[in-house]
């Protein structure tokens, strides 16, 4: 007789990470399927994490104290409105237990992050998924409709992951006005450093008065740290107190710690950085329209091409010279902006397949 488990947890949809990628005829081997940063990190931050090696005897300070203070001064909030996690995944995680349980609904855009149908089903609350619209955009007004008395939590994803397009303000202002201040919205923006269109959300400049917004943040992206697994969240006071309260202790490690606070220093070069993605994906997205492809507007680091039954041959084409794309089966492929010669790979290829 097998060992009694959770029966809910056969509902657990696997997490399906980008995969690993296989050499090509060159020699290439380019991941372009977990939005990863293209770029090294900087020196500096190699430093401070080979000088943190040194003290791994030690725990980490449980309340992350060091951390939070850098975030809450980089940012001028004050640190009692900051959480920090492994990763925003696993703020996404706590927050879905934080705020539901059996019984309960959350609601996301589908399709979005693939972690939020999983701790969905971890807090044992309902997955309610609404259909994003034709153009990869969440469809704010079903998603308003589908909040009822049991709805305890609505995930936000600006720019969606995977297919680009971002919130505007305007229309997550009139969600937010649509919904109860007791219902709990968390916006996640772990590309927002990519965003470039001045109509878009940012939580952290728009709605941080709100009593339900909790903004998402991650340091995987935009700073190039997806290996340390650091994420913050951004919220009311009472919110981020559970939150804090709900996640494992000792969980960021001091050697993530001095990764930020080093990179923090020295955002100005990170943001560069950042800019040379944006004009890459820039420059893809117009070849890719240019030729034909109906891609979503991205904001992001990534682009989704609606290739539909075509997306498994195009992976494979795409692995074929040593470079993995992120295929979702008969949708679409979410591909990352990398450096320019693989992105020209890419859009070769994009280029046979062409609608
Ligand atoms: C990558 C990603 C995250 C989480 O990133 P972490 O590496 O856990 O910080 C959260 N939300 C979305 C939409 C993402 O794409």
Redesign the pocket.
């Known amino acids: 007789m097998a060992v009694r488990l959770r029966s809910d947890l056969a509902k657990l949809p696997p997490y399906r990470a980008g995969r690993r990628p296989v050499p090509g005829p060159d020699g290439r081997r380019v991941k372009l399927s977990s939005?990863e940063n293209p770029f090294p990190p900087l020196p500096s931050v190699v430093d401070a994490i080979a000088a943190a090696a040194a003290e791994v005897r030690q725990y980490p300070d449980p309340a992350s104290t060091r951390l939070i203070g850098a975030i809450s001064e980089f940012f001028a909030l004050p640190p009692e409105r900051i959480a920090v996690g492994t990763?925003?995944?696993?703020l996404?995680t706590n927050l879905a237990l934080a705020a539901a349980g059996p019984g309960d609904e959350i609601v996301y855009a589908w399709r979005?992050?693939e972690?939020y149908p999983i701790v969905s089903v971890l807090a044992g609350a309902t997955p309610v998924q609404v259909p994003l619209t034709d153009a990869g955009r969440h469809d704010l007004r079903a998603m308003a409709a589908a909040v009822n008395d049991r709805t305890r939590l609505v995930f936000l994803?600006s720019p969606n992951?995977p297919t680009g397009p971002t919130l505007s303000r305007e229309e997550v202002s009139t969600f937010l006005d649509a919904v109860p201040d007791e219902l709990l919205v968390v916006l996640?923006e772990?590309?927002a450093e990519f965003v470039r269109d001045p109509s878009a959300v940012s939580g952290m400049r728009d709605f941080l008065e709100r009593p339900n917004v909790v903004v998402?943040r991650?340091?995987?992206?935009a700073y190039g740290l997806?290996g340390l697994?650091?994420?913050y969240a951004v919220g009311p006071t009472d919110v981020i107190e559970v939150l804090r309260s709900v996640g494992l202790p000792f969980g960021v490690t001091d050697i993530a710690t001095a990764a930020v606070e080093t990179s923090l220093l020295h955002a100005d070069e990170l943001a560069d950085r950042v800019d040379d993605v944006v004009a890459e994906r820039e420059r893809v997205v117009t070849e890719l329209i240019s030729i034909g492809y109906e891609v979503p507007a991205t904001e992001a680091n990534f682009y989704w091409l609606p290739l539909g039954g075509a997306s498994a041959e195009f992976t494979a084409e795409c692995e074929a010279l040593g470079i993995t794309v992120r295929p979702f089966a008969d949708e679409g492929v979410r591909v990352t902006i990398g450096a320019t010669e693989d992105n020209d790979l890419v859009l070769e290829v994009a280029r046979r397949f062409a609608p």
Not at 218 to 221: Q, V
């Open positions: 939005n990763g925003a995944v696993a996404v979005s992050f972690a994803c992951n996640d772990a590309y998402l991650s340091f995987s992206k997806a697994r650091v994420g």
